[in-house]
């Protein structure tokens, strides 16, 4: 018997969205975001449509990198971490447990974003 090597989820609108497991960490990515082959990503992260994640990124467990959402190279997200739709993360930043980006919100290089910490739009970190 075959595995299947995607899994696929049905979005709000119908459309049919096909993740396949990411081979430097086994997370989920979805086949039309682009993730560097040097980034890692946790079995339980995922990244959603047209998101990209640079070299050597690092997505913890259950890190959420949402639509269209850039994660710069160096950067690392930590555990249950949701970086929102168009969110920017700058180069080698780091976004910590709990922490949300919310969606258009720039996270500037080699910043620090605190625990459970809620970054908007209006207030870029």
Do not use: C
């Amino acid at each position: 018997m075959r595995r299947r090597k995607y899994v696929e989820f049905e979005a709000d609108d119908g459309t049919t969205l096909r993740y396949v497991q990411h081979p430097n960490g086994g997370g989920l990515v979805e086949r039309t975001a682009h993730v560097h082959p040097s980034a890692w990503v946790s079995p339980t992260a995922y990244v959603d449509p047209g998101a990209r994640v640079g070299a050597s990124a690092h997505l913890d467990s259950g890190a959420w990198v949402d639509q269209d959402a850039v994660v710069a190279g160096g950067a690392r997200l930590g555990a249950h971490t949701h970086i929102g739709p168009r969110a920017v993360i700058g180069r080698g930043a780091k976004v910590r447990d709990g922490a949300t980006v919310s969606a258009e919100a720039r996270v500037a290089d080699f910043a620090v974003v605190e625990p459970d910490t809620v970054v908007r739009a209006d207030r870029a970190a």
